[in-house]
């Protein structure tokens, strides 16, 4: 559906009604009958009349409305998220929608994408071991045991040298040196290297 967006529709806009506009010309929100395969109201998206930036939209979900912008770049379609809709008002979105508009025409790809890939080449390895002990220890359910985090703490002690090397800087050649240098352990270099992976793999996608 197509609205001229305001900061009025923007606030009414809830996964429970869909905003209709009548033979009038004026909004009105009707029940969403639209459901899931679990029941729920299926989330939908309120496109921009105004197309200030094209492809500009609201999406609505179940416990969250988010600006996005849908528009093809070049031969793709590209979809990315501009802003928590509970957050950043209606302009603020809509400049930060065209500074994103500009980096996906540019780039040819998705902005959001494109900076966690900048952001993540800054991480080093000691971030990344520092963010997955925490992981281990608080946010993971159940946290892990104490032996696993003696088995991660030994694991990262042999990388210590390389805890402020960045993860971009590590190269393959590096790594199979340093598991030639376990050869006499290798179940620990193994175990080691599972470790080091886990934790940048981890890093690199929140």
């Known amino acids: 559906m197509q ?35 679990q029941g729920f109201p299926q989330s ?28 093809r770049v070049g031969s793709k379609v590209l979809k990315f998220k501009v802003a928590d809709a509970s957050v950043v008002d209606l302009e ?3 400049k930060r929608a065209h500074e994103l508009v500009d980096i ?11 900076r966690r890939e900048i952001d ?8 990344c071991f520092r963010n997955y002990l925490k992981y281990l220890e608080t946010d993971r359910d159940p946290p892990a045991t104490k032996n696993t985090l003696l088995a991660f703490n030994k694991a990262r002690n042999i990388f210590s ?9 590590i190269t393959s050649k590096m790594v199979m040196g340093k598991f030639a240098e376990m050869t ?10 599972r470790w080091a992976g886990a934790s940048v793999e981890r890093a690199l996608k929140t």
């Open 120 to 127: 993540a080449s800054q991480i080093t390895l000691g971030e």
């Open 44 to 71: 939908y998206v309120v496109s921009d009349a105004k197309w200030d930036p094209r492809g500009f939209a609201v999406k609505v979900n179940r416990d969250s409305k988010s600006y996005i912008v849908q528009r």
């Open 3 to 37: 609205l001229k967006l305001s900061k009025a529709i923007v606030a009414r806009l809830n996964i429970d009604t869909i905003p209709h506009v009548d033979s009038g010309g004026s909004v009105q929100f009707v029940t969403n009958t639209r459901l899931d395969e």
């Open 92 to 94: 603020s979105a809509r």
């Open 184 to 193: 006499t352990k290798r179940t620990s270099a193994e175990q080691a290297m």
């Open 104 to 114: 996906a025409i540019e780039s040819g790809r998705n902005p959001n994408a494109l």
């Open 161 to 169: 040298d390389w805890e402020g090397k960045r993860v971009k800087e």
